[in-house]
């Protein structure tokens, strides 16, 4: 890996892992406390999952991974020693009277950065280990907060608390599930101040990987799926450009092939296809290469033709995806008579590239022992803000979805190191950006916000992140490079939480990776997996507002009963797959308590349904099906 330069005395005291040999899984070991650490902190911790194809250590100061080489830091696959993160990080950013120190008005950030350590162990929040846990076969979990003025001169009273998930099962042992729980504790910054403008991001730095014993870290490649072509209205006559009036279409310059100089057969799954500079000889742009009509950077999660709903299968586990819950709110794309149900994927990536010390195209290092194949990254799943004075918002969505601001990439030697540098950074602004972006529509809101300074909109503002085109497209060498994905931004009043679901996935080639950030998305939509993300569908009641439709399967006619936790305006609205409202069978005052009501089905072509009971707030899904004969 990297030659490691200390610049902090943090930092020294924590290379005490180096006296530490690799450990189980079931070990948690301590590191020294770091100097100015208070007595009722918890000590600096680090713990190894590695129960399934995956292992990963993490430390509670808002790291994944072991930057200095000691521990497994996302090895693949599980057993070969082969690790492919240097380091994974928590950010944050706002601007604004935030905080007591320093100026008044400025640009801040709390980051968990290598050499700049700005959170630490919350008191009361000590790093846990569990096998089992509630919730996976291999869990973790740990608070951390920016409040500790011997490590960080600006708080703004930023409080994380980390879950991590890995299971065992195969299909969904490809990667690590995170839960980042934020909470805005103003005391500890400007008390009362809001974050207004909060913008939260996870720093990815994968070094692919050390099997490769020649530079590892120096032919990385990186892209994001989830920004492509594709527009969700059917009346849309328009030709989507960037602001330098380069058409978008024409983004993509990759052909899609295995290495020309792979010793392996074309059939070898080891064999594995990447990405390369040449214009494609079939003229198909890389966003739809299985020629599908269906951008290759969204999730299909079913496809609908007449009234048979088709699920897709993971080849590998036999795995049926999204069949037992998907996003309530998803795109639908019709191409002839079938219709496609997706959402945007969401997925920040890199994988081996080919090394300028090499004379041979060496993506992939196909003659190492333990080939570098795999594409690593990490993909947002939700998005929500629990609001303290009640309600829930979802601050950065497409029609209900959640999406990144913004994806980023640089070269380590462009590292931002102020406040205000990795503030822009977070609202997808940096040296490289050329011209080449877009930008979501929804960031109108936000233009002319003065706690919000960075918020600007492009002069054609289309659906997803603001992104910096592929180092590739630039013209620029494989490198060192890093990733930032941003979500925000929001304004996080004292005692808001804004809570961020998502995952490191690995997978054998870029079609390995996006089916295995398929089936974390399923995972988190799966009741048996983990655990039924916002607005899901679900086969289980939703605890103090249950629902239950009867029966199901029905043919004409039907009851939809529910339990009210309180009284309130009850709404009840009937969904066909595709996400657009059928009919409304309930919109009136209702007392807590258990009810009924008649769902008349008649008019309905056969197929799958959902409906949704509403009230106070407090929502729940059920999944029925009609069968007209």
């Not at 009722?40 to 994944?64: C, K, Q, S, T, Y």
């Not at 929804?442 to 233009?447: E, Q, R």
Request: aromatic share 12%; with cysteine.
């Amino acid at each position: 890996m990297r030659t490691l330069t200390i610049k902090n005395s943090s930092l020294l005291l924590l290379l005490v892992l180096l006296v530490v040999s690799i450990g189980s899984g079931s070990e948690l070991e301590s590191i020294a406390c770091p100097v100015g650490q208070t007595d009722a902190r918890p000590p600096v911790e680090f713990v190894i999952h590695d129960i399934g194809n995956i292992g990963m250590a993490l430390f509670n100061i808002g790291m994944w991974g072991d930057p200095w080489g000691n521990y497994l830091s996302f090895e693949w696959p599980s057993g070969s020693l082969n690790n492919y993160l240097y380091i994974g990080d928590f950010w944050s950013s706002c601007f604004g009277s935030v905080t007591t120190f320093g100026d008044s008005v400025a640009c801040w950030a709390s980051c968990s950065d290598f050499n700049d350590w700005e959170l630490k162990p919350s008191e009361g929040y000590p790093l846990t280990y569990e096998t089992p846990g509630s919730n996976a076969p291999e869990q973790s979990e740990y608070g951390i907060d920016d409040w500790d003025t011997g490590y960080n001169d600006q708080p703004y009273g930023l409080g994380v608390f980390v879950q991590n998930y890995t299971w065992d099962i195969q299909g969904f042992d490809n990667f690590m599930a995170t839960e980042l729980t934020v909470t805005h504790h103003s005391e500890h910054g400007n008390p009362g101040v809001p974050l207004d403008g909060l913008v939260v991001a996870i720093r990815g730095d994968y070094d692919i990987a050390t099997a490769d014993t020649v530079e590892c870290h120096l032919d990385d490649m990186v892209y994001y799926d989830g920004h492509a072509i594709w527009c969700n209205d059917p009346e849309a006559t328009f030709e989507y450009e960037f602001d330098n009036g380069e058409d978008a279409s024409t983004q993509d310059y990759y052909e899609y092939r295995q290495n020309p100089d792979n010793p392996l057969p074309p059939g070898d799954p080891d064999n594995i296809f990447y990405y390369y500079n040449y214009i494609g000889v079939d003229g198909i742009p890389d966003n739809d290469v299985d020629q599908n009509d269906v951008s290759d950077h969204f999730t299909i999660l079913a496809k609908v033709v007449a009234s048979d709903t088709l699920y897709r299968e993971d080849p590998e586990s036999g795995v049926i995806l999204f069949e037992e819950g998907m996003p309530f709110y998803h795109f639908s794309h019709t191409v002839g008579d079938t219709t496609y149900l997706v959402v945007p994927r969401n997925l920040s990536y890199m994988w081996d590239s080919d090394s300028p010390a090499s004379t041979e195209d060496d993506s992939g290092e196909p003659l190492m022992p333990v080939m570098c194949n795999g594409f690593v990254g990490w993909r947002l799943l939700d998005v929500w803000v629990d609001k303290a004075g009640g309600g829930i918002e979802r601050p950065s969505d497409v029609d209900g979805y959640p999406i990144p601001i913004s994806h980023q990439w640089w070269d380590w030697e462009s590292d931002p190191g102020t406040d205000t540098e990795k503030y822009s950074f977070m609202w997808g602004i940096n040296p490289d950006l050329n011209g080449l972006y877009s930008g979501p529509a929804y960031m109108s809101d936000w233009v002319g916000n003065p706690n919000t300074p960075e918020a600007t909109l492009p002069q054609n503002p289309g659906p997803f992140p603001f992104i910096c085109d592929s180092p590739i497209r630039l013209g620029y060498p494989v490198f060192d490079y890093r990733f930032l994905q941003s979500v925000g931004p929001l304004e996080l009043a004292d005692g808001d939480t804004l809570h961020i679901m998502g995952g490191w996935v690995v997978g054998r080639g870029l079609d390995g990776l996006r089916m295995n950030a398929d089936l974390l998305l399923d995972a988190y939509y799966r009741d048996s997996i983990w655990g039924q993300g916002l607005g899901v569908e679900s086969t289980e009641p939703v605890p103090g507002n249950d629902i239950l439709v009867s029966p199901n399967p029905m043919t004409s006619q039907g009851m939809v009963v529910f339990t009210l936790a309180e009284q309130g305006r009850t709404v009840i609205t009937i969904y066909d797959i595709s996400g657009r409202s059928v009919v409304t069978i309930l919109n009136s005052e209702m007392s807590a308590g258990n009810h009924s009501v008649n769902l008349n089905t008649s008019g309905m072509s056969s197929g799958v349904y959902f409906v949704r009971v509403l009230s106070e707030g407090n929502s729940a899904v059920g999944r029925f099906v009609v069968l007209n004969r």
